[in-house]
């Protein structure tokens, strides 16, 4: 009893675009002028929860209340649904989403 054998060629897959988020830091955080630990409007606005606050991991920051050690970053980008929420509420206008 034999088998079956695929003899079709494999079709490519197909490249999926990736969703680009950039987030501004001269405007939000490092040299800005807002503090992203106050504002994170982005944050509590993003429903599948795209970007995470993080401190930065440099040696330069000493002081952990610096809000320049704070940062807002799209961690997880794949999860984006593309609704532009976090772009609308944003009032420094740091963000831009590109697919």
């Known amino acids: 009893m034999g088998s079956k054998v695929q003899t079709k060629k494999l079709k490519k897959p197909k490249k999926e675009k990736r969703t680009k988020i950039r987030i501004d830091y001269s405007i939000c955080g490092e040299d800005g002028k807002i503090d992203p630990r106050d504002c994170a409007k982005c944050l509590k606005v993003c429903d599948p929860a795209v970007f995470m606050m993080h401190s930065a991991l440099d040696l ?6 610096d809000p320049q050690r704070w940062r807002i970053n799209p961690q997880w980008g794949s999860l984006c649904t593309h609704c532009l929420k976090c772009v ?6 740091a963000i831009s989403i590109t697919w």
């Open 60 to 65: 330069i920051y000493k002081d952990p209340n």
């Open 88 to 93: 609308d509420i944003c009032p420094e206008n």
